[in-house]
DNA sequence: GTAATTCCCTACCAAGTTGATAGACTTAAA
DNA sequence: TTTAAGTCTATCAACTTGGTAGGGAATTAC
């Protein structure tokens, strides 16, 4: 399941993206038309700054903004950055691989199949962006 | 991700898989050859007799064993037990929903993303049974 | 009927994660 | 130079995870 954090990104950057290019937005208007804690919202915020899908600007009129096109932004990379892996297991993860111990992944037949729910999920998340979230 | 004990849970299941029928199987045996801590197998395999997935017999000569014929156990129906939800999100799942606080559904472009990922999951997970997972 | 074997039950624990809050600090605009 | 923002550090309670300990109860063999 997703976390709370990023149920909560997914819609503070929703709301962003409805904002896309119409100047930065306050921290506590997201909060408060999302209903999100503000203090905790501030940290999620500035965790995907961080990670370059948002960009901010101090100071009065200041505020958050994308940093990108939200028609570029894939769901599958805010739900790798906010929440880690997508895969059921880490030995079959792509971008959080650990291999198995114990276990040969070339006859474990486990591995095959979660590789595969894991190729049907990013065969959705993959392809869809934040513009697909937004209305 | 699926956790520890989800992992343990199916390599024990797929060793008693193997031995379907061919009578009671010791914790320690399973411990022993899946390199799993005896304790921790021993929760975990109540747990699953407990569900109905398992039975067991006690004193010389008893042990773990499947309740069932293999074939019929869904790799869903494991998931469910001992690891949760398979969704992403509470508003979307079958066996574990809860709505969404501040949210419609109905408009909500997570939620309708979030169907589809589970769907792609469940087409795999509903579909495989304890008899894939064996040799 | 009693000893050995095996699962069953209750309790506990350390470490990590989650969700959240508090308060001071820095930057930039007016 | 005041004020309006975001930024940083730190702390916290509650919960989950992974695991351990030790005895109790049922069954079988002798």
Known sequence: MLSKKSQYAFKALEYLTDRYKQGPVLISEIAKKKKIPLKFLENILLELKKEGILDSKKGKGGGYFLAKDPAR????????????????????SLYFYERCKNCDEKKCGLHDMMVEVRDASLSILENRTLKDLAG
């Open 73 to 92: 932004v894939k769901v599958a990379t805010i739900i790798r950055l906010v929440n880690g892996p997508i895969a059921m297991l880490p030995c079959v």
